[in-house]
């Protein structure tokens, strides 16, 4: 394993001065596996004023340092340095009680969530594996650091921790590390939001429908409402998966787009209490884009996600029943109203709707629907209020008040955006000339 620069002078100013020092966790991890690492963890003998002392001309980082962690700035970034520690006493599935400072790099690696997790790697010392996560990674397999009931119990977000690396990984949980991850998904419930929303918000990026078949139990758990559609049948010749299934599937079939991947997994929530069996038996779903639209709103407010993504992501609920078609000014008038970006996403979602059904429908012209926003980009000709030739004032000027100032700009752009009118200044004046003559 080869550390980069700034890594290996914050390692060897340790060694140095006699302390123990190694890179530890997930950049072990991904070098084995290949993967540039996207940040160095080190792990010292060294007590944490020691390391603050003998990196006291850098600037630090020094919010973690009572835990025993101090960051250095380098070149290279912040590196992050924490005193061999274990850490105990989870009364509530989420805080260490208490953390200890140990002597020795097997003594720190114990306290981790899983094997692959727990390798450091020092140039001079070479490696410490005392779990066998070597082996784990080269055969894929997610192993619980000692015990996985008392793992799980002591944070139960390492559940989901689990999820993200068997997924991010192809690893497949060894057998008493699963049983573990489900058998104690309830103390879920004793996480904070925020960090639940935060490890879902890396994982639904990576899944495939397989993966969030396999761990459905685990996602349930943390958006309950996703629990009825789970078996729900659709009596539907045009669905052949159940609710749950089909969201799977549309879910990794979108972009690896946080808000297109949410939208995906909440669009069709609101399909088990909007469904209506009609005289030949077969189900419909009325309202359920809207039902499923407040439901979004209500689960990521519960999960504290910042108000841009839940807004980005209600829309896309809202609206993924809209009906597309290949019609220049329909488009327009969408793109006008809610921007290009929103319409693009719209457009990925109800590909991987339609795409997502269990049987061969007949095909939907996204390509042609593609092609003409692409076109009205391209020529920039899809103009919104504030890109109107005509403004407030020249219509004051024409002695216009109030309301009617409102409602004449909507007019014209709304006749502009159905390519009744130039957007040029002199015939818009013109037509509302015209009109009030
Ligand atoms: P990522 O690539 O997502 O950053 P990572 O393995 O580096 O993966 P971090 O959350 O950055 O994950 O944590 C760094 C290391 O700290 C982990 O590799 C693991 O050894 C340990 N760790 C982090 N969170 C926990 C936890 N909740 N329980 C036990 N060990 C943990
Ligand atoms: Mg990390």
Redesign the pocket.
Known sequence: MILPEHVRYCVDALEQKGYACYA????V??SLLGLTP??Y?LCTAAPPEETHRIFAHHTLVLAGEKHGTVGVVTDGGVVEITTFRTEGDYTDSRHPGWVEFVKTVEGDLS???FTV??MAYSPSRGFADPFGGQQDLKNRILRAVGSADARFTE?A??IL?GVRFAVRYQMTPESSTLDAMFSHVHLLDNIARERIFDELC?LLPLVTAEDLLRFALVLVQVIPELAPTVGFLQHNPHHLYDVFTHTAHVTAATPADLALRWAALLHDLGKVSAFTLDENGRGHFYGHDKLSAQMADDILLRLKAPNALREEVVFLVAHHMLPLVPDRKLLRRWISKWGIQKIHKLIALQQADFGSKGVVSEGFPFEEILEISRELLAENNCPTLRDLAVNGHDLMALGFSGAEIGTALNQLLSRVLDEELPNEKAALLAAIRRKTE
């Open positions: 530890v966790g997930g950049c991890r991904d996207h940040d963890d306290r981790r969530d997790n727990a944070d977000l390492r921790r890396k």
